[in-house]
């Protein structure tokens, strides 16, 4: 089993940033990957980036490429999104997820954190 806490959501201005948190526990050493999804109200969830659980490779959204840099900090087994150059379109519940060695999608979920940018 791999738990996941989401924080570090709110509420932003246009062109703010924030940085969100994922921290991880359990079974971490069977983690491959951990991804950032958001789902906003009315809409259906959306990749928005991905990092290896070694930190070496990142994967981004067109949408938030250039904005959104994720990384990960190996003594905290936790990993952040920093979100830069916000836009009121990325308003969204934003969820991290685990995917591990031997699966094939994501497996584990965090309950999820609100980020809500106003124009």
């Known amino acids: 089993q791999v738990h996941l806490v989401e924080s570090g959501g709110g509420l932003v201005q246009a062109g703010g940033s924030l940085r969100l ?3 991880a526990s359990g079974r971490t050493p069977s ?3 951990v991804g950032w999804f958001r789902q906003a109200s009315g809409k259906e969830r959306e990749f928005v ?3 290896r659980w070694n930190g070496i490779d990142a994967f981004y959204a067109d949408s ?3 904005r959104f840099t994720v990384s ?3 003594a905290k087994n936790t990993v952040y999104v920093q979100m830069n150059s916000l836009k009121p379109d990325d308003t969204a519940v934003y969820y991290c997820a685990a995917k591990l060695i031997i699966d094939r ?3 584990y979920w965090g309950q999820g954190t ?3 940018v106003s124009s």
């Open 21 to 23: 948190s994922c921290a």
């Open 31 to 33: 983690i491959y990957a």
């Open 49 to 51: 980036a991905s990092i």
């Open 64 to 66: 938030v490429k250039g």
């Open 72 to 74: 990960r900090d190996k």
């Open 105 to 107: 999608d994501y497996s």
């Open 114 to 116: 609100q980020v809500t």
